[in-house]
């Protein structure tokens, strides 16, 4: 019987030019451990195959500075339970902070006016040096929590670093948040210091959170005091009972060079939370260690950030995106922050103008964004030199490939679409891009370096070229150390190991392709993922619940075969309401004040019930997949369900939907 031919290698949409990556960051890396440079495939196996040789190498390639040294790399291999380089003491401010030029900008701040101001790096030390004092005078001790609740400004950034140089543990949401929500979360961390901001900027709108501000600090009784951000200019009261201190005090105060506390590898940096989808969110956290040596791969290496570029990529302060921003100063790279909408309608471009003004090298976005630039027209080179950016990273979602030919024509034929993907879960990427890898429109090049993923179907085996759940069968640095108030672990295995016990079940549906690719289909659970930011169906239902009219609610964010995503809210009124105009606009305005804007769905339509498991859960995953229109028969069990005639009900809003409203 003849051998068959092998399958052509598709035609990539981008290929590195070798010169160029030849002298990347990753290829000097290659060539250190011994890998050809050109030849990703070999360096990903080996990173996979001798972690303790891989991580090893990152330690030293990136001359990771530990008081005390490791006395090995992976002294027990499992998950969850990994234990890395123990023995080894640190501190992530130290490493943030070491390779900033005293002169040269650590940070640029930026806003959708196009205003900027720089901090210097000698600024960002004698900085985050006096609020560490700070900090300390305000009774804060190693293991002790300080949060923020702060748009993303540098202010966010210095409260970081200081809360971490003191082996603190810091934790951030944005202001869109009501101080519910973000109470929902801090409460749980029981914190001494609260951050806050006076207001953040949005689409033409300066938005007053003072009140928002204090209401939150009032949730939280374990609070010693409160520092109060100007970044809006609106004065704070004089007259406040609890103790407070302005921002101005706690950063201009004389303090001596800061003195970065070393802890272990696996002592709590920060804890980011859940969304919150099925009740509180989860507060994930991630050790001082695992976050330095994933950072360090993942921007130094694979982002290819150093000394002179630019990181500039829209985020908000509780997405993790904006964790991997302040990570880009442990590469000497200047990170950017943004406040503002990514395209408010008076100047929709400006995050390109800014890029094209402040020389960004790495362009952060998502795909709702780039979809909505080709959209509207925006023809971003036409405007705006943007020879600077040599990379465009997208993730949240997944981008889809009529994407990939908008940049070429609009940014540059040159620049490479980076495309990824990961998780808050271990605050960074399982799949993404490298300077030395070559791009397949739609696809996602290849895994990450040390991340050993695979796709497994239903019986869990690995499959390639077929649709199967991510999963990651050997454990990875920055995994969670433990989720918060879990002291048994039993919320962490069940949230990741249930499934496939010993291996990372991620809850997305990939193919592993037999070029090497990674194609992501979308959530496989019932996430949110709103124009990259992750938000909580929770969220959502305790709010409109709460309005008289509405006996149940039902939120599901479905993607879409043209790289769209539908966010409809389903709900069943109350006996004797209607669900007219005004009704609607009392939802928006409802979830707009209790939850946040972007929590605010595509459409509001009326249905007679919400189906649920016999135990009252209601089937968020089921309904998504039958609006995407997977049948019925390969979604859910009739049997399971507590009205079974929801099943067609709502197989039949999805076919409408797809159909077009002739259908209806």
């Known amino acids: 019987m003849p051998t068959p031919e092998p399958a052509e290698l598709p035609e ?4 590195p030019d ?28 080996w990173s996979v195959t001798d972690l303790e040789g891989f991580w090893a190498a990152v330690w030293d390639h990136f001359a990771v500075e530990a008081a005390t040294p490791y006395e090995q790399v992976l002294a027990e291999e499992k998950m969850p339970g990994a234990r890395w380089f123990p023995g080894a003491t640190l501190n992530y401010t130290q490493h943030a902070l070491r390779h900033l030029g005293a002169d040269a900008p650590a940070i640029i701040a930026l806003d959708e006016t196009g205003a ?3 901090v210097t790096g000698e600024e960002l030390r004698t900085q985050v040096a006096s609020f560490a004092a700070t900090l300390r005078d305000l009774g804060v001790d190693r293991g002790d929590r300080v949060v923020g609740y702060l748009p993303n400004t540098p202010h966010a950034i210095v409260a970081f670093l200081a809360t971490a ?5 810091w934790s951030v949401c944005g202001q869109d948040y009501a101080p519910q929500a973000a109470a929902d979360r801090f409460a749980q961390l029981e914190p001494t210091v609260l951050v806050a901001a006076d207001g953040y900027l949005f689409n033409g709108t300066t938005h007053d959170r003072r009140e928002a501000a204090l209401d939150l ?5 374990t609070l010693k005091a409160t520092i109060l951000v100007e970044r809006a200019g609106l004065p704070w009261p004089t007259d406040l009972a609890e103790p407070t201190v302005t921002w101005q005090e706690a950063v201009g105060r004389t303090a001596p060079p800061l003195h970065c506390t070393p802890v272990p590898f696996d002592h709590p940096l920060w804890v980011v939370f859940s969304s919150g989808t099925t009740g509180l969110p989860k507060g994930i956290v991630h050790g001082h260690g695992g976050v330095l040596l994933e950072h360090l791969k993942t921007i130094g290496l694979h982002s290819d950030l150093g000394p002179g570029d630019r990181l500039l990529w829209y985020t908000t302060t509780h997405w993790m995106m904006w964790n991997l921003v302040v990570s880009a100063l442990l590469t000497g790279a ?12 008076a100047r929709p471009d400006v995050l390109w103008e800014l890029a094209a003004r402040h020389g960004v090298t790495l362009f952060g976005t998502s795909p709702q964004y780039l979809l909505g630039m080709a959209k509207f027209g925006i023809d971003p080179s036409a405007a705006h030199d943007l020879s600077q950016v040599r990379a465009i990273g997208c993730t949240g979602s997944t981008l889809p490939a009529s994407a990939y030919p908008w940049v070429r024509e609009h940014v540059s034929e040159h620049v490479q679409l980076a495309s990824g993907s990961g998780g808050t879960d271990v605050v960074s990427g399982f799949v993404g891009s490298a300077p030395t890898t070559p791009v397949w429109a739609g696809e996602l090049s290849a895994p990450y370096l040390g991340v050993a993923l695979a796709a497994y179907d239903t019986e869990g085996r690995p499959v390639t070229d077929q649709v199967g759940e991510l999963t990651i069968t050997r454990p990875m640095p920055s995994m969670p150390l433990y989720f918060w108030n879990d002291p048994d672990g039993t919320r962490y295995r069940d949230a990741y190991f249930s499934t496939y016990p010993g291996v990372w079940r991620h809850g997305d549906w990939i193919t592993r392709t037999a070029h ?9 659970d019932s996430t949110l993922n709103r124009n990259g930011v992750r938000l909580g169906s929770a969220d959502i239902h305790d709010v409109v619940e709460r309005l008289p009219e509405i006996a149940e609610s039902l939120v599901i964010g479905a993607e879409e075969p043209d790289g769209g995503y539908w966010m409809p809210l389903f709900v069943v009124l109350a006996d004797g309401a209607v669900l007219d105009d005004a009704l609607r606009d009392t939802i928006r305005r409802a979830i707009r004040t209790g939850a946040s804007p972007r ?9 007679p019930a919400i189906p649920h498991t016999r135990t009252g859960k209601k089937l968020e995953v089921p309904v998504k997949r039958l609006l995407q229109g997977v049948p019925a028969a390969e979604v859910v069990n009739p049997g399971a369900v507590d009205d079974p005639a929801l099943i067609d009900y709502y197989a039949r809003l999805g076919a409408e939907r797809r159909e077009g409203p002739e259908a209806t």
């Open 165 to 169: 140089s003191l082996g603190a543990v």
């Open 217 to 221: 600090s009032r949730a939280l009784p």
């Open 18 to 45: 070798p010169d160029e990556s030849a002298t990347s960051r990753i290829a000097e890396f290659a060539r250190r451990v011994g890998v050809d440079p050109a030849d990703y495939t070999a360096l990903h196996h």
């Open 599 to 607: 929590h605010v769905p595509d459409e509001i339509r009326q249905v």
């Open 334 to 345: 200047t990170a950017c922050t943004y406040d503002g909408s990514p395209a408010p309608q």
């Open 12 to 15: 990539p949409f981008w290929t």
């Open 516 to 524: 090497g690719s990674v194609i992501v289909h979308g959530r496989s």
């Open 116 to 118: 900027s101001y720089e």
